[in-house]
């Protein structure tokens, strides 16, 4: 057999997104596609064979930097959250160089600091949320000490899409002189887009870091993650000698890295600016209340009221309901605590998606 037809056949075992309700994911836009062909054999890990690239980049993070209320920004396309999150952690740490280091994070942070705590070896605090799933200051407060390297804030949980006070935890960090990361992956491209926006991001004068992700609300092509330090200083303490390369120094994790991530993620912002983003943004959130609505109508009650586009429902029944949507290529998630079915209204969850869902949920519930 032809290895195209073979490789065809592995993809047909994948479910389409068209029944995918719990990804942060999306199909790329097709521009980002164009842009991510253009770029397939570029390798940002060598930069002086890819100058083009490495302006392109430049370019897009003055433009993300933009979208973050920062003139002046410093970081790098990475392979995602992940990645954004540990070396914004490890930056901070390096900043701050304490022997013992610890961060205090929100218990609703995603378990990429369980990673971070076992690779840098930083003690991680888990500050408890209040009923409303947003951080409790004064339980951050308590944990700060001056061992503390880093507070973390998140502008879109992974599991309800909540925003934690950053303002009041800025000011907090900013007594404190404590590097403050904010953990915006998925809420880095929304939050910036939806009527009244909360000020999640550098506008806050103790915010040092930020992980914004254009694989998920950016519709780029995977991987595309993305960190922005305010200064300079903060990714010049991420950098390792290169000896043998273009280049004398490197501050990434990874060594080869694409740069598909980069002109997929500059294409779609650039290409569609502000209001076509906005128009994307207001769409999902305009199917996260049809979700809503048809969800209420079966009874369920959500956990909060959704403040983006992921939405939770309370349900002592979520890991049956899920399984038994699987078995029918249908894909949700749930969360532990309340137990609930979750869910991330992306661009390609239409409302034609949420209609057909709900067909199927019918039949199970
Ligand atoms: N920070 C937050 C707030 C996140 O939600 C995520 C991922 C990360 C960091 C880590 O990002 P990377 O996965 O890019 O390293 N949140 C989703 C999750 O883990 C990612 C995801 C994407 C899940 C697609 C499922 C899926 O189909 O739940």
């Not at 490789?7 to 596609?33: G, Q, W």
């Not at 060598?46 to 920062?70: A, R, S």
């Not at 993650?225 to 990874?254: D, N």
Request: one cysteine or more; a negative charge.
């Amino acid at each position: 057999m032809d290895v195209i037809e073979e490789l065809k056949r592995y993809r047909e075992m994948d479910i389409p997104y068209s029944r995918v309700l719990s990804s942060m994911c999306t199909t790329p836009h097709e521009i980002a596609v164009k842009a991510h062909e253009l770029f397939i054999n570029t390798n940002l890990g060598d930069p002086g064979i890819f100058p083009g690239t490495v302006e392109l980049e430049k370019k897009l993070i003055e433009i993300i930097g933009d979208i973050l209320h920062c003139k002046t920004p410093f970081g790098y396309i990475c392979s995602g959250g992940t990645e954004a999150n540990i070396q914004g952690i490890r930056s901070a740490r390096n900043v701050k160089a304490r022997k013992e280091p610890n961060i205090v994070i929100p218990m609703t942070a995603h378990f990429s600091f369980e990673k971070i705590c076992d690779i840098l070896r930083v003690e991680v605090r888990r500050a408890r949320v209040d009923e409303n799933y947003k951080v409790d200051v004064s339980e951050v407060e308590k944990l700060v000490d001056e061992n503390t390297v880093a507070i973390v804030g998140i502008a879109g949980t992974t599991e309800l899409g909540q925003i934690d006070p950053i303002v009041e935890l800025s000011k907090l960090a900013e007594e404190k002189d404590i590097p403050m990361h904010v953990d915006a992956a998925f809420g880095g491209l929304v939050i910036p887009f939806m009527d009244n926006p909360y000020p999640f991001d550098f506008i806050n004068k103790a915010v040092t870091s930020i992980t914004i992700d254009p694989h998920k609300m950016g519709m780029a092509t995977i991987p595309a993650g993305g960190l922005v330090f305010r200064e300079e200083r903060f990714l010049r303490a991420l950098e390792v000698e290169t000896p043998y390369l273009t280049s004398k120094m490197q501050f990434t994790l990874t060594g080869t890295r694409p740069g598909t991530g980069v002109a997929s993620a500059y294409a779609v912002l650039k290409s569609l600016g502000y209001r076509g983003m906005k128009r994307i943004v207001d769409e999902c959130l305009r199917n996260t209340r049809v979700l809503l609505e048809e969800m209420s109508s079966l009874g369920f009650e959500p956990v909060i009221e959704p403040v983006m586009n992921v939405v939770a429902f309370k349900t002592e029944s979520a890991e049956e309901i899920k399984a038994e949507l699987y078995r029918r290529r249908w894909v949700i998630s749930t969360i532990r605590n309340p137990k609930a079915i979750r869910f991330v209204v992306m661009p390609h969850v239409t409302e034609e998606v949420i209609k057909n869902f709900i067909a199927e949920l019918k039949r199970v519930i």
